[in-house]
């Protein structure tokens, strides 16, 4: 009885395994179902994801070393021949009688890269026949390519030592009209030193000064420009439309060219009063000529209502060594600008006996201020 009963709870069992869909799929496939089939598979299928990705960042890290010792050979390579092309190339532009044909690809790459170097180290009728060597070789024409590179340090490079070729200067104008302002500004200094370079005006609104350009290169493009046509420069302080940058690098160009422009500048500080930036530039300028003619607008600038005014003026007193303008330093010791009263002293002392017998009379002034202004710049003219 007992074995009966329990013969019919198996098949009970095997009736309720049969119809699950798990068991009748396992029938269909032969394959075993359950979760502790699909547990026992579970890590060696991770361990051989884990395994495949190992390899493959193994062989992008192989990939990258064979790059890496390919460029370095292919870079040492190069460099090596670019040495050897230098030892070839550079007698060329020193010496007469060399290669006759123009150069091409790397040689001639390196050989624009020479005549920079060159152009730097010689001068006169050294640079005059190497220019011509280099452009037998065809070293203008590169030039002129790298002018149209994205590189703005390429184009004023190029740009500079262009200039330098007697016939490349049209080329070498058209950098003026570069959308980089660095890539202007060098082009114009270079071309500054050439016969054929524009009229100052036409450099400053190519500059786009005032709006764009405000670099200090500006007095040094201006002193090229006033050693070869001062007229032109000293025009553009007449310009009612030219812009304050511009007439300010003008006048200190001008003051560096000697005194035959300094009744110019004197004309100018009169017509510049109230313009507290511009007059001060003139001052210093007048007094850097040391020319006569600026006697009367320094004196003048001396009673000036801005400060600024006030101080160029003394500085150019003195530099200028106007005695007339003793008595009036002499007040500016009391001054209420400290600046002021620095640049009367310092111009007192440079006048000799007739402004060291002012700083004393301040020194015994009942005026605080001036007391101690002249007292400092007698303590420092002893110690110089």
């Given amino acids: 009885m007992v074995a009966l009963r329990r013969r019919r709870v198996a098949a009970g069992r095997r009736l309720v395994a049969g119809r699950q869909p798990g068991a009748r799929m396992a029938r269909r496939t ?13 890590p060696v299928t991770s361990l051989l994801f884990l395994w495949e990705i190992s390899l493959v960042l193994c062989g992008i890290g192989l990939a990258c070393l064979l790059a890496l010792i390919v460029a370095r050979l292919f870079s040492t390579h190069s460099a090596d021949a670019r040495r050897e092309a230098r030892r070839e190339i550079l007698p060329l532009l020193l010496e007469d009688g060399g290669y006759a044909g123009q150069l091409r690809g790397m040689e001639l790459d390196v050989a624009t890269a020479l005549t920079m170097e060159l152009a730097e180290m010689t001068a006169g009728s050294e640079r005059s026949a190497m220019l011509a060597r280099a452009s037998a070789l065809g070293v203008p024409g590169h030039l002129e390519r790298q002018m149209h590179s994205r590189s703005a340090q390429t184009r004023l490079t190029a740009v500079e030592t262009l200039a330098l070729f007697d016939e490349c200067g049209r080329q070498a104008r058209a950098a003026l009209d570069d959308d980089n302002a660095d890539v202007r500004l060098g082009a114009a200094l270079a ?13 400053v609104e190519k500059l786009r000064v005032g709006s764009e350009e405000r670099s200090l290169l500006l007095v040094s493009l201006m002193s090229d420009l006033a050693e070869r046509d001062p007229g032109a420069v ?3 302080l007449f310009e009612k439309d030219m812009p304050y940058d511009a007439k300010v690098a003008a006048t200190d160009a001008l003051s560096r060219t000697g005194s035959e422009y300094a009744p110019l500048l004197a004309t100018m500080a009169a017509a510049a009063s109230g313009e507290s930036d511009l007059q001060p530039r003139i001052f210093r300028a007048l007094g850097r000529t040391g020319h006569p003619a600026g006697r009367a607008s320094i004196l003048e600038g001396l009673h000036s209502d801005e400060w600024p005014v006030r101080a160029s ?5 003195g530099r200028a060594v106007l005695v007339d303008a003793a008595e009036r330093l002499g007040e500016l010791l009391g001054d209420e600008n400290w600046w002021v009263r620095f640049r009367a002293g310092e111009a007192l002392l440079r006048l000799g006996p007739r402004g060291i017998a002012v700083l004393r009379v301040a020194g015994d002034s009942d005026v605080p201020v001036a007391r101690l202004s002249a007292e400092a710049i007698l303590a420092e003219g002893r110690a110089a």
Wanted: hydrophobic fraction near 45%; proline fraction near 12%.
């Fill in 234 to 236: 000293a025009a553009i």
């Fill in 30 to 42: 032969g394959r075993p179902h359950g979760g502790a089939a699909r547990g026992a598979g579970s």
């Fill in 313 to 317: 003026a003394s500085e150019a007193a």
């Fill in 191 to 203: 071309i500054a030193r050439r016969d054929d370079a524009p009229p100052p005006a036409v450099m």
